[in-house]
């Protein structure tokens, strides 16, 4: 039973049959998914967004991301929001990995990408985005990751599986 309609999500009661035969009333957040991408803009720096998030109150680092529009694929929305939100457009861009952010409470399917051989034509974020681009060095990644500077979910694990498919970087 769907309890709330929003922009980017429903929120639905369901009850769902489990594996070991007993039933399980769940609240869930029914998502479109999503789409990240890690932009290089050579070998050594990639594109990151600090953003103001009012629901933490806090401004976080992250890779560009956006939720995939009704009837968009989500290359499609990596696209659009690598220029929404960096003001960067990708002539190479390819996936890397899809993944669950928070299965315990929605479907939401993130699919990361990895954007290369970047031009620049001008960022356009949403009016209630609130977005500074900053250059940073993988290692500089790296390293605010170490030091607990970057703490959102989807940037940690794009920046560290690209390392782990990376490792003579």
């Not at 869930?28 to 789409?35: L, P, V």
Request: glycine content about 6%.
């Amino acid at each position: 039973m769907k309890i709330y309609s929003g922009k980017k999500f429903e929120v639905y009661i369901e009850k769902f049959n489990l594996p070991n035969g007993k039933v399980r009333e769940t609240e869930f957040i029914k998502h479109r998914g999503s789409a990240v991408i890690l932009p290089f803009l050579d070998k050594n720096r990639i594109i990151m967004i600090r953003q103001y998030r009012p629901v933490i109150q806090k401004w976080i680092y992250e890779l560009p991301a956006g939720t995939v529009e009704e009837g968009e694929d989500p290359l499609e929305t990596a696209k659009r929001e690598l220029i929404e939100e960096t003001g960067y457009e990708a002539n190479n861009i390819s996936h890397l990995i899809d993944f669950y952010p928070s299965p315990g409470v929605s479907n939401e399917l993130m699919h990361l990408y990895i954007a290369t051989n970047l031009k620049f034509v001008g960022a356009h974020p949403e009016e209630y985005e609130v977005i500074e681009v900053k250059e940073i060095s993988i290692e500089d990644a790296l390293q605010m990751i170490k030091n607990k500077e970057i703490c959102d979910a989807k940037t940690i694990l794009g920046i560290l599986y690209f390392k782990l498919e990376n490792q003579n970087l």
